[in-house]
């Protein structure tokens, strides 16, 4: 079945570094959505890609989808505390099935 | 808007009881959905309901049953609960196209003991 993959499991920064979070399927998506979880909270939809190649940003996040649609990243330029969470991706195969998560990547930041 | 809806918040049962978690959604959404999240393995899908009427098995649906009441409600039942069933239980809804996005309830903190 489809399996999304995501590295690294866990990310410690120092406020103001840069954090990049990566997301592979094992098979080819329609589309990949990125949600965040805050500690104690549940996920909540950051943004979606379809667009083979695809790249968008939301201020310090930027959000890529690859080339062949299995792959995805998030990079969160110059952290802040407010950015600490578990970032998911989710992919989706076929239209209309489920989305799969990946594991997450659990960020911290220190001031 | 509620939004959607999750009961209980927390829950702690003995091993065997039975309970059911109840999700209301109040979006007019289609697809309603069940995932467990555990500490390191992400968000799993329990089960889904694409459409009122019709449900689905996910990665993980032994030992669930789920009911898709009516449009607003997907239920999740626990026949025999077991300690491997401790987890935090999220409940999603999602719109009629084909790529949707999911909204999450708050979540049930459920403990076998």
């Known amino acids: 079945g489809q399996q999304v993959m995501q590295i690294p499991q866990y990310q410690h920064v120092q406020e103001g570094e840069d954090f990049t979070t990566y997301c592979n399927s094992s098979t080819t998506l329609s589309n990949i959505q990125w949600y965040k979880q805050r500690p104690g909270g549940h996920p909540v939809f950051l943004i979606q890609l379809v667009k083979s190649g695809e790249v968008k940003k939301q201020k310090r996040l930027t959000f890529q989808f690859g080339e062949a649609k299995k792959n995805s990243s998030l990079h969160i330029t110059a952290t802040q505390t407010t950015d600490v969470g578990t970032y998911f991706c989710?992919?989706?195969?076929?239209?209309?099935?489920?989305?799969?998560f990946g594991k997450g990547t659990t960020l911290s930041v220190s001031s | 808007n509620a939004g959607v809806t999750q009961t209980p918040k927390f829950q702690v049962l003995k091993t065997g009881q039975s309970m059911t978690l109840q999700c209301a959604q109040d979006m007019n959404h289609n697809s309603m959905y069940w995932y467990r999240q555990d500490p390191g393995m992400g968000l799993r899908l329990i089960y889904y309901s694409a459409s009122e009427g019709t449900t689905d098995k996910g990665e993980v649906p032994n030992g669930y049953n789920v009911s898709r009441l009516n449009k607003r409600e997907f239920s999740l039942r626990l026949e025999s609960a077991a300690p491997s069933q401790t987890s935090v239980y999220f409940c999603a809804s999602s719109g009629q196209g084909a790529w949707e996005k999911l909204f999450f309830g708050s979540g049930t903190q459920l403990s076998v003991l």
């Open positions: 989710a992919g989706q195969g076929q239209a209309g099935t489920a989305l799969i």
